[in-house]
């Protein structure tokens, strides 16, 4: 991290930077990762955050790629650290918002019970006054599916276990394969079971198994550290955990996330 006249910002590759980020003091403390990938028609960011950081984000996102315009924002799932920012963000920028099938009518009808943000509140994790928005949606993207943003051809894999609308997004930056994995698995192949009606084992033993011989180089997690090199190491690590007895390591436990 540099701060070039007094601004900062998180340069990771020519054409990656991280914007925002709770753990890296980028931006809100209810901040996951925020990514900005540079791409032909544009900025390309990758999850929205809770929305309370958004003026820090835009100051990162114009340090990193200063005059370039944002031309998309896609989100990995519908959670509040990832997804509150959508709107607003979608708004001041005048990009298009992409969100899978299953979490588009969680944000649409801005649905607190069903992206489990009532619950996370009543346990203490938000502010009382923390509310979703209802938010406009211009492209749902299917499991499986590739589709284009901001002329760069992304990929997606569904991969259910921290959530029902939990995916990994796919593209090529520079060379590598990136693999931007939300909260579904994180360096070391920990896991994102967590306390909530739609988490559970189950959903990474069926679908996790998707990933095996992904060749990922660079895997970028929503929270905690990310890595450039041999990412795939750490989603086969996960892989493994997974087919033995023992409950794999999950987020939560040990380091404060955010
Ligand atoms: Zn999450």
């Known amino acids: 991290m540099d701060r070039p006249n007094g601004r900062e910002f998180m340069r990771i590759l020519n054409q990656l930077a991280m914007i925002g980020s709770a753990q890296f003091g980028l931006s809100s403390r209810l901040d996951c990762h925020m990514y900005a990938v540079r791409s032909p028609e544009g900025v390309v960011l990758v999850d929205a955050g809770s929305g ?27 959670h509040m650290d990832h997804s509150g920012g959508a709107e607003a963000l979608r708004k001041r920028f005048g990009c298009k918002l992409f969100v899978s099938k299953e979490t588009r009518p969680i944000l649409e009808s801005a649905d607190e019970e069903r992206s489990g943000l009532r619950r996370a509140r009543e346990m203490g994790g938000y502010p009382e006054d923390l509310h979703m928005k209802p938010c406009a949606i211009d492209w749902a993207y299917q499991s499986g599916e590739a589709f284009e943003a901001g002329g760069r051809r992304w990929r997606t894999v569904h991969v259910r276990g921290h959530s029902n609308d939990s995916y990994c997004l796919m593209t ?9 994995s939300g909260d579904v698995v994180f360096y070391g192949g920990v896991l994102g079971v967590i306390n909530s009606w739609d988490s559970d084992l189950h959903g990474y033993v069926e679908d996790l198994p998707q990933l095996a011989n992904a060749k990922i ?41 955010f």
Do not use: W, Y
Not at 239 to 246: H, Q
């Open 217 to 257: 180089d660079m895997l970028l997690p929503g929270h905690g550290l990310f890595t450039l090199k041999n990412g795939q190491r750490h989603v086969d690590a996960a892989i493994r955990s997974l087919e033995n007895g023992f409950l794999p390591q999950q987020i939560g436990q040990g380091a404060a996330i």
């Open 172 to 180: 090529e930056i520079e060379g590598r394969n990136a693999c931007f």
């Open 52 to 78: 309370l950081g958004e003026r820090e984000v835009a100051a990162h996102l114009d340090a990193d790629f200063p005059g370039v315009a944002v031309a998309g924002l896609i989100l990995t799932h519908s």
